[in-house]
């Protein structure tokens, strides 16, 4: 009789250990959520604060058949670098050290903050890559000089090589989580390496900041990751450099408040073959993500990001009758007495039998960079465990963790929350050479 396990596909990686220090540079090291993953990670070390939200160190996985109640905490299951392993960096356009960005973020208390002063004043910002042409709303003194982006990209690596010899570091991950870039479109520039680095010694018009730290960040042997909605490492000749140096990466977008419950609910409705005729929705947001992303342009860039899950999830190609209809529309608002203490308002418009409609109305009062930083630390372990698992170019068992996953070509995204999460841990089983689980399970019913 058929369980619901399958060993078809059976292969066991060989995983390097994680033996030494694992570092961790952030494009964006002074914000928000930077901060407030630094912050709690150094909190958790020191035993005042628990990993809630983080499946590296909170989740299980389980093994085997349902009968065998086998089920490991995902850390004890697989190699992966430890909290305390970890060193920080980054860059960023403000000057502050880790304390005095994450109080200016607000996200955590003073109180929590003053306890864990000494480990963040010692994190300093280098300077960084940047150009209001691409983020209208934001500027500052921390910035680099170059004559062109070849120059900018050549002292970036510079930077990445100097903090892993400077840190003892054994292995590196790039993360961005910087602020979202105006909006640009794949290019002609960003279709070959040959194209691309030409393109860096022109100052390219279509090479924002984010895509040379990318660049300078895999041309050094280093996984990279994007947070921010930002084309970024998302174009041909950068996943085809990570796979020329076996670099693993991923991206786009966070997905944390309101695409997070959008791709938990959308799954159900559809299971249930329920229609959906419009859904609204809207967002008040305070800190300085709102505030860039009241610029037109960089609202742009994640209106596209935050659009593109529900056609995806609804498949109208396939269900015309239910979904064709679908007025999806997203408001950002800045409003600053809010803070980092984002609101967020759903209105959808359903209908089930005989066409009768219904509605369903989500307020989330969220905390942006709560929910983001658990996302930031899974990402780290994840890409320093594919690098030592010898995978690269495009992680897709990531799209977990993203609102609009990286895929290959000619492939959609998977948005469904529970795919993604299946996939995400079939990759692990797989990684170990454990049997996937397939939920079929035909053999428990014989069981008295
Ligand atoms: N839940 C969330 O908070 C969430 C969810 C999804 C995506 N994101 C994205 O993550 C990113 C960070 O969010 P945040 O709330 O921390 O924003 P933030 O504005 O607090 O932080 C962004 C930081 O990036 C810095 N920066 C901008 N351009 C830079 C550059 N070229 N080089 C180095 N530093 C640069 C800014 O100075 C700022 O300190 C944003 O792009 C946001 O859209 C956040």
């Known amino acids: 009789m058929a369980t619901d ?36 990670v150094e909190a958790i070390k020191k035993g005042i604060g628990r990993p809630i939200g983080s499946l590296t160190q909170m989740g299980t996985i389980r093994l085997g ?28 356009i403000f000057p502050d050290n880790c304390y005095e960005a994450a109080l200016k ?11 864990l002063k000494k480990q963040l004043e010692k994190k300093v910002p280098m300077k960084a890559v940047f150009s209001r042409d691409y983020i209208k709303n934001l500027d500052g003194p921390n910035v680099k000089k170059g004559k062109t982006k070849m120059h900018l990209a050549e002292q970036l690596i510079k ?24 909006f640009i479109k794949p290019a002609d520039v960003h279709s070959t390496l040959e194209k691309f680095e030409k393109g860096l ?21 280093n996984a990279y990751a994007n947070g921010a909605p930002n084309l970024s490492v998302d174009v041909p000749a950068l996943v085809n450099l990570a796979k020329e140096k076996n670099v693993p990466t991923a991206g786009k977008d966070f997905k944390t408040g309101q695409t997070l419950m959008k791709t938990i609910l959308a799954p159900g409705l559809k299971s249930r073959m329920l229609g959906v005729r419009g859904w609204f929705s809207t967002n008040i947001l305070g800190n300085r993500d709102g505030e860039v992303l009241d610029d037109p342009y960089s609202f ?22 239910l979904y064709d209809q679908l007025y999806h529309k997203v408001r950002i608002n800045y409003y600053p007495p809010r803070g980092d203490e984002k609101e967020a308002w759903d209105n959808i418009d359903i209908f089930g ?39 690269d170019g495009i992680q897709e068992w990531l799209s977990f963790y993203f609102k609009s996953p990286m895929v290959g070509k000619g492939l959609y995204p998977e948005h469904d929350i529970f795919i ?9 089983r797989y990684m170990k050479g454990e049997d996937l689980i397939t939920h079929l399970g035909l053999d428990y019913y014989n069981l008295m």
């Open 5 to 40: 396990t399958t060993s078809q596909e059976k292969k066991k990686f060989d995983i390097k250990k994680p033996s030494g220090k694992l570092g961790v540079l952030i494009p964006g090291m002074g914000g928000a959520v930077s901060t407030t993953f630094i912050a709690g």
């Open 353 to 391: 039998w005989l066409g009768y409609p219904m509605q369903i109305k989500i307020n989330f009062l969220c905390r942006d960079s709560i929910l983001a930083a658990p996302i930031v630390l899974d990402l780290v372990l994840f890409l320093d465990l594919a690098q030592r698992a010898g995978l």
């Open 201 to 221: 010694k022109e100052n390219h018009k279509d090479i924002p900041p984010s895509m040379i730290y990318a660049y300078a960040a895999i041309k050094t042997g």
């Open 420 to 428: 993604q999460s299946m996939k995400l841990k079939n990759t692990l």
């Open 300 to 321: 742009k860039t994640k209106e596209e990001s935050k659009l593109g899950v529900l056609s995806t999830i609804f498949q109208p190609h396939l269900y015309p009758e």
């Open 105 to 115: 973020a607000g996200v955590l208390e003073k109180d929590l903050l003053l306890k």
């Open 65 to 92: 058949k349902r009968t065998e109640s086998n089920s490991p905490l995902i850390k004890d299951f697989i190699e992966l670098a430890k909290c305390s392993d970890l060193v920080f960096g980054g860059w960023d």
């Open 159 to 182: 930077d990445i090589n100097t903090f892993k010899k400077d840190n003892g570091l054994e292995r590196l991950v790039v993360l961005w989580c910087g602020s979202t870039e105006i």
